[in-house]
């Protein structure tokens, strides 16, 4: 429901204006949006007011038509952030205009690479 209701509706209506005008849409859903759809889907609440993961116990990735996915491990916290995505579920979205895949992953395979 809330898929339909306010992410995949709004944005149906918005590029329907961006095309009737030949105005290029730089926008799709929104990562947050993402991230709501994610917490209903998994029934996790998110912490998005501190740093590190998007919900309490999972990162949520999305990707359009088969895209990649972007993890960012910056120079000071990259370390700490990879500690706490060993720990954490990975959730991903590939999507386009008619179609949402969803996935899940734990990555501990990771502690391995990090050691």
Not at 72 to 79: A, D, L, N, S
Not at 101 to 109: D, R, S
């Amino acid at each position: 429901m809330f898929f339909h209701a306010y992410m995949y509706g709004p944005l149906q209506g918005k590029l329907r204006l961006y095309r009737a005008r030949d105005v290029r849409s730089a926008t799709k859903a929104l990562s947050s949006d993402w991230e709501v759809f994610a917490s209903i889907l998994v029934k996790d609440i998110g912490t998005k007011l501190g740093k590190g993961v998007d919900l309490s116990k999972h990162e949520v990735k999305s990707a359009e038509n088969g895209g990649s996915y972007e993890y960012q491990y910056h120079k000071k916290t990259g370390k700490e952030k990879l500690q706490q995505d060993m720990h954490t579920g990975h959730l991903f979205f590939d999507h386009s205009d008619n179609q949402i895949c969803f996935g899940w992953a734990a990555l501990c395979f990771l502690r391995q690479m990090a050691s």
